[in-house]
Every structure is written in C-alpha cells, then in structure tokens.
C-alpha cells in the first residue's frame, strides 16, 4: 500500500515517551519548569475576566490546574499522554483547553490543534505552553561538536523545536482566531552537563527521536561533550548554563463578538496624511 504523502512524518516514538514519563514519576520528578508554567498559567487565566464551564487539560504531566483557579470551573476532564495522538473530545465540548510542557514531542501538531479547535465551543480558548525556541542550545551544540570529533559524524540527540513565528501560523492554520505567541526564556545553570541530563531524565525528556542513535555512546564522547560544554558555555565560577524557551501559545474558537479587523479600504483617513499632521504638530 503506497504511504499517505500528506501524512505527518514520524518524529518521536510516543510509547517511549510514555514509558520515560512514567520512569521519571517513579522516580521523583524534576517539577522547575512545570511549576513555573502552573504559575504563569494562573496568572494568565486570572487575567481572563469570565469563567468557563468545561475545561480539558491535554497531556500535561501530573496536574496544571489548582485552586482557586480550578473554582472557576464545573468540570476539568485530564487526558492523559499516550501513543496515540487522538484526542478523544466531543465537538464543541470545551469552554477552555490547557496543556503544558506537553506539545513539543508531538508528531502532528497541526493535527492536534485542529481538534481542539473543533472540541472548543465557540468562543472557547486555548492557552498552552511548550518547549521551542532555542532549548537545550548548549547542549545540541557541544553534542554535536564532540560526535564530530571523537566519531566522525552527528547523530540526532535532541529534538528539534518550532520557533514563535511557527507556532503562531500553526494556530491561525488550525482555525483559532486573536492568535498570540510569546516565549519566556529561563536560564538555569548546572555544575556539569551531567548534572543537566539527569535532570532531563527526572522530567522524561531524554531522547525519544525515533531516529535515535540506539548504540550506547562511547564514554570518550560524553567526556568530550561534558569538556566543550565546559568551554563554550561555563560562567566564570564554572557552573554551565542551559535554555529552555517556554513558547506560550493562545487562541479563541471564532466568535460574532470578538473583535475583526478592518475591511480593506474602509479606513476614514490615510496614513501619509497622519503622519504629516504629527510632523506640523
């Protein structure tokens, strides 16, 4: 049977995500970034002045929504991060669709917001936050730099990441009106960049790519990535830094009431005439 060409490709190998993930709760989680995202979230939805019905959390690990933002809704259905990218939600079910720090290791990311598009009741919101941008940088770089020095060439190690502009035409491709974007990065520093990868592991976000290297890495290598991280991205007293860019995405299923922008043509004034009364003023 010939291959579906408009099929996304299949980047991460979700039941390994799964398995990891489940690993790391065992194992006492690292919660920095997730708690830092719960934080910001309550703040954003408090800057939201009506309360929602229906709420679905999609994919994120342990719970996002506590009191006294949970009083703000009737019911929050959890839907747990699995193999399948299905997301099983009624049309125009939701008053509100949350998720964190779950997005990035999607294989089909327009797919998934195309659903919750359709499960938004109209004028229902989606506020979610993903890792993007320049995450793990460092990491990728000094990775790289050491396979191709020590091996003779690069294996993929860390996953890639959709950048703002992305994310924002993948919000206005799935339908989602008042699309907004911004990204909040966070700098945390290590000892060692073996101290960074084991806090990977503790938040299951080590390599899933299902073009993995799957031979165990030359000790050689790790000692010659741990140096160059060393190198190119220490302070002065030593410890490493890492980025993690927190990509915050929004949007509203459309709605009469929100706010349209102007027909073409139909505005009352030019803007050369606007500017030359500001420079007689």
């Known amino acids: 049977m010939a291959s579906n060409p408009t099929a996304a490709p299949i980047l991460f190998d979700r039941a390994l995500l799964h398995a990891r993930m489940e690993r790391a709760r065992r194992g006492g989680p690292a919660t920095f970034l997730l708690d830092r995202v719960q934080e910001d979230m309550e703040e954003r939805l408090q800057a939201v002045m009506r309360n929602f019905a229906d709420v679905a959390d999609v994919w994120t690990p342990g719970g996002l929504l506590r009191k006294p933002v949970a009083d703000r809704f009737q019911s929050i259905t959890r839907i747990d991060a699995d193999q399948s990218e299905a997301l099983s939600l009624q049309p125009e079910s939701l008053d509100l669709a949350v998720s964190a720090l779950a997005f990035q290791f999607v294989n089909d990311l327009p797919g998934v917001l195309a659903q919750i ?163 007689r003023d």
Not at 149 to 176: M, N
């Open 117 to 279: 598009r359709r499960a938004l009741k109209p004028d229902g919101l989606l506020l979610a936050a993903m890792l993007g941008g320049d995450t793990l940088t460092e990491l990728r770089q000094s990775f790289a730099a050491a396979e191709a020095e020590c091996e003779g060439g690069v294996s993929p190690r860390v996953a890639p990441f959709a950048d703002l502009r992305d994310v924002g035409a993948l919000l206005q491709r799935a339908g989602f009106a008042l699309p907004v974007t911004d990204v909040d990065r966070v700098v945390v520093r290590y000892d060692s960049a073996f101290a960074l990868m084991a806090d990977l592991r503790r938040m299951g976000a080590t390599n899933i790519l299902v073009e993995r290297r799957h031979a165990p890495t030359r000790r050689a290598t790790m000692l010659r990535m741990a140096e160059i991280y060393g190198e190119r991205f220490a302070d002065p007293d030593g410890r490493i830094r890492a980025t993690f860019d927190i990509v915050w995405l929004s949007g509203w299923a459309p709605h009469e009431s929100q706010q349209k922008p102007l027909r073409p043509g139909s505005a009352k004034g030019s803007l050369e005439e606007a500017v030359k009364q500001v420079k």
